[in-house]
């Protein structure tokens, strides 16, 4: 599987911004996805992951509410969409594929369940 994420930018503190996450291979649709974020000289974020079939998703605690994963699997695409931006949004955001397929957990907010990264988007959030 490889990832390619988009849609970053910058944008004022209240906007919102909608990542995408394109993923070539046979097996994204079988997979859960994730989203991540890393601001400078802070470590890696958990911030949202979907379930294989869309039907479950899950938020970090700082973007529950104000932040929606969805999944478009005919188009091999996971989406991020932001509202509500703070300036403590400002990273770069990863979208991952986990390495598990069919998962029925919940478990999605370690690095660890995740084998394909892309290759990041930079969001800032100005004030």
């Known amino acids: 599987v490889q990832l390619q994420a988009s849609g970053g930018g910058l944008v004022q503190v209240g906007g919102s911004l909608r990542l995408s996450c394109a993923a070539s291979g046979r097996t994204f649709s079988n997979k859960g996805m994730g989203w991540f974020r890393q601001a400078p000289g802070k470590e890696r974020e958990f911030v949202a992951a979907?379930?294989?079939?869309?039907?479950?998703?899950y938020y970090g605690g700082s973007v529950k509410g104000r932040f929606a994963i969805s999944r478009d699997n005919a188009k091999n695409t996971v989406y991020l969409q932001m509202n509500s931006l703070k300036p403590e949004d400002t990273a770069i955001y990863y979208c991952?594929?986990?390495?598990?397929?069919?998962?029925?957990?919940?478990?999605?907010?370690?690095?660890?369940?995740?084998?394909?990264w892309g290759q990041g988007t930079l969001v800032t959030v100005s004030s």
């Open positions: 979907i379930a294989w079939n869309g039907w479950s998703s």
């Open positions: 991952a594929a986990d390495r598990r397929e069919y998962y029925g957990g919940s478990s999605y907010s370690t690095a660890e369940s995740y084998d394909y």
